[in-house]
Every structure is written in C-alpha cells, then in structure tokens.
C-alpha cells in the first residue's frame, strides 16, 4: 500500500485524540468511574468500553486493560497497510503489556497479596508469550520464575532469587 493510504489513515486516527479539553475534563475527575464514564460517553475510546462495563465499579487495571487494547486495534488498523511496521510495532507494545503483567506480579508477591489487583487481559492471553493465568496465580518468586521459565524474562529475572526462592 502506498505511503499516502497510511498518512490518510493516521490523520483520520489524529482527529480522534485526546484534546486540550478532554484532558482538563479527565484532570477534573475525583475517581476511576469518573474518568471510564468521560472516555466512554465523550472519547473514541467507547469503542472499548463497552456498555458491559460497570461505570461505577471499574478497576484501574480494568481500564489500562480496554485502553492498552484500544492501541492495539488501531496498530492493527495500521498493519494493514505497512505489514513490516506493524509487526514491529505490535510486537513492542505486546512486550511492554507483558512487563507490566510481570511488575504487577512482582508488586503482589512483594506485598504478600493473595490475589491479582489487575483484571486478566483478554488481548494478552492469546498473544503472550507466557500463561498469564499462571502469572497472576504465583505467589512466590520461585512460582513467578517457573511461569516464566521458557521466556525471554525468565534470564532477566532468574538473577534477582534469592538463596530461600525470594527476590532482591
């Protein structure tokens, strides 16, 4: 496709941002249901927040959840014209969607949480390169490690155990 299709899609996708306005009214929110029922009633993000969303109850994680796939889907968008650029793209932001998977884990485990504070993330689950089910169930860092063992993360991460399977 020609550099012009993807200059003419990206303008279209420009017009949709966040502007000066909408970030005031965000800034003016006092919670988390304030800013999903702004960016679901006012913003292209309705896209994603779908009506099945609860406005009054959505957690934080929830919402980095829909908006991190809202990205996506526009990379998406933009693959379709350029494969290469897309590729490459989508490849970076589903590494940095896992790295925060993996520091929300490390922050749990750290803080001797039971359960993850972040809502699993259905676009992460088909294209991770780790079982973030089996991310979110570890409670321990040797656990954390094991998920993690066939990975990329796993060398980043292996130094930090400690001698008794904790972390530095």
Known sequence: MSN?????????MYAH???QNDWDALISCSSVAE????????????????????????????LENLLHEKLLQEIIR???????????TAEYLMEDLEIDQ????VIRINSHQTASMVPPNPYLNSRAHFDQHAIDAAST???????LQHTRYYKLMQPFRTADGGME
């Open 4 to 12: 012009t299709a993807i200059v003419g899609k990206v303008h279209a």
């Open 17 to 19: 941002r966040l502007k």
């Open 35 to 62: 800013v999903a029922a702004y960016l679901k009633s006012n913003t292209a993000y309705h896209t994603v927040l779908n009506n099945d969303m609860n406005d009054h109850d959505v957690h934080r994680g929830n």
């Open 78 to 88: 933009l693959s379709r014209y350029d494969l290469d650029m897309g590729e490459d």
């Open 102 to 105: 993996i520091l929300h884990a």
């Open 141 to 147: 860092y040797d656990q954390l490690l094991d998920a």
